[in-house]
C-alpha cells in the first residue's frame, strides 16, 4: 500500500496514490523505465547462485526444495546486480509455480527482497477467470483472504498482468482490488510471441480489430484510475516485437501505461518504443529478462558484470528514447 | 501417465493411451459425466472441515497454515460425499494459490486424494501466456522441471484449462506436454461468465465470431490428437449459460470433449445441453461446484448428504440427457 506523501491529507485518514502516479514518481526519482525480469529456470541459473544453494543444502533435502533455494539466490544475485539500473521487477510466476509450494514461497521472498532494493514488483501471471475466480486471484496477488483463523496476506504485489478474454466482468474483481491498495494492473492487448496476431489482429466485422477492441475496453476501464500525472492504473501489455501497432495502440489507450516485454531474445528493440512514451517518461516500461540474466551468455564473463552492463545500456537507451 | 490395458503392444513399449479414450473410458465405467468443482472458499467451509482443521491445529499455527488444512479436509468430505457420483473433479487452482505455498501444497494433496477415489482430475487454471512460458506451466500442472537437484514433479493433472488469446504457438508447449502423459487440454472457447460475449462474441470481419475462431483453432490443434473414441486430447471450455451457442461449436469441434461450467449457481440447465453428446456420452462433462457442495445452503440438513443428494441428481439427469 502507497500513501501520498506531499499531498494535503484529511486528518486520520489516510489517502492511497494511484498506481498511475505512483508509477510516475518512480520513474522520474529513479531515471529509468527499466524492468527486470525474473523468469528463473532452474537449468540455466548462475553459478553462484546454485554454488549458494548447494552450501546451505543437503542430499537429504527433496529437489524442489533445493531448486527453489537455488532460484532464491539467482534471483537475488540479479536484483542485486541489476536492480539499481530499474524501476521494477517483473516476477514470472509459472517459473515459481513450477516449483510448486517451495516456489510459491520464494515468489514472496523474491517480491520482499526486490522491494528491499526499492523496486516497483509486477506479478506476471497473466491470470483471467469469471468474477468469483478473478475475485480469488486478486486476493492471492493485491489483497488478503479471509478465513476463519484471521486474513491470510497475499502476495502484496504493485501490479499484476491479466488477461481480458472474458471480458470486463472478469477484470472488475482485479481493478476494485487492485484500487483499493494502490496497485495497478496490465491487460494483455498485444503479446510479444510469434504467433500473437492470430487471435488478436483478427479484423472485427464493425472495424478495428481484437487487440483494438481490447485497447478501447482498457482506456474505458482505466478512465477512473486516471492520476494527476496523466497515466491510469490500468495499463496493457503492448509486445515491443509488434512497434507498427504501437502508435495506433498509445492513441486508443492515452492514460494506460504500457508493459512492454519483447525487447532482446525476442527481437524487440527499444530504439522503435517511442510511441509508448507520448503521455511522458512512465508511458512505457521495457521489460527485459534473458536479454540482461543471460547477457553473460552473449558477452562471457562474469554474469552479474554483464548483467549490470546490459542493464545500463537499456536503461540509458530507453531514457533517450522517451526524452 | 496413463497405459492401455486392453490394446495390443509393442513388447517393451508402453503405449499412451490419449485423454479422450481415456476419457471416454472412465466415463463408460462410471456411468456419470458429472465433474465435482472444487473452489473452497474458507469463508464457507463445511462446518465439519472447521472442526477438523481446529482439532489438529493450535493457535501458534499461522492463518494460512490453519485455512490450508480446513480446505484440504472440506476437500476431502466433498469428495468423499460426492465423488461415487463423478467421473473427475475440477480443481479452482484460484482457491488454493490465494492461501500462498500451503495452499499449494493442498492443491496437490486435494489431486491425489481425488485419484484414490478413481476420478480424473482436471485443473481450473486458465493459462496462457508466450511459449517458453507455457512451457514452464505446462512443467508445473502436466509433466516435470529439469533441476540440477533432480526433476521436480509438477501436479500431474488430467487436464488442464488454457487460455488461447496469445494464439496456437503459445497453446503448443501444452498440448506437447498433455500428449506426452495421455492428459489433456480444455481450451476457452465460450466462457459461463455474463460479461463473456464481450470479447468471444464480437463478430468478425471473415464471418463468425471469436468464439468461432476460438473453436476452428482447438478442432485443428486436436486433430492429431484424436483417439478410437473419436474423442481428441484437446476439448473446450464451453459455459452451460449459452446452450444457444453448443450446436455451433459442436459442429465446429466434432471432436472435442466440452467441459461445461455453468450448471446451477450460474443459471445453467442440464436439459439444454444435449449438442455437446453428439460425438458420444464423454462428449459433455458437467462442471457443478457451488450447486454441490453448497446444496445444504438451499435444502439445509447435513452438507455430505446434500452433495450426495445433488450429485446424484444431477449426474442421473445428465445421463439420460446423454442418451
Known sequence: MAFTEGSPRVPGVEQITGFGDRLAERVAVRESQLVLGLDPDPARLWPAAIRRAQANGTVAVPPAMRAARAVAAHCALAIEAAGEQCVAVKLQVACFERLGAPGWSVLAETAARAREHGLLVIADAKRGDIGVTAAAYAQAFLDETPTPFGPVPGLGVDALTVNPLLGRDSLEPFTT???????????????????????????????????????????????????????????????????????????????????????????????????????????????????????????????????????????????????
Request: aromatic letters at 4%; proline letters at 5%.
Open 177 to 323: 482490488a487492485a484500487r483499493g491498495h494502490g496497485s495497478g494492473l496490465f491487460v494483455l492487448v498485444r503479446t510479444s510471441n510469434p504467433g500473437a496476431a492470430e487471435v488478436q489482429e483478427r479484423a472485427l466485422a464493425d472495424g478495428g480489430s481484437v487487440s483494438g477492441a481490447l485497447a478501447a475496453l482498457v482506456d474505458e476501464i482505466g478512465f477512473a484510475g486516471t492520476g494527476r500525472s496523466g497515466l491510469s492504473d490500468v495499463g496493457a501489455v503492448v509486445g515491443a516485437t509488434a512497434p507498427d501497432r504501437l502508435h495506433a495502440l498509445r492513441e486508443r489507450m492515452p492514460h494506460a501505461p504500457f508493459l512492454l516485454p519483447g525487447v532482446g531474445a525476442q527481437g524487440g528493440r527499444v530504439e522503435e518504443l517511442a510511441p509508448a512514451f507520448m503521455c511522458g517518461p512512465a508511458g512505457g516500461l521495457i521489460a527485459a529478462s534473458r536479454g540482461i540474466v543471460a547477457a553473460h551468455e552473449q558477452t562471457g564473463g562474469d554474469p552479474a558484470a554483464a548483467a549490470a552492463r546490459e542493464a545500463a545500456r537499456i536503461r540509458d537507451l530507453a531514457w533517450r528514447v522517451a526524452a
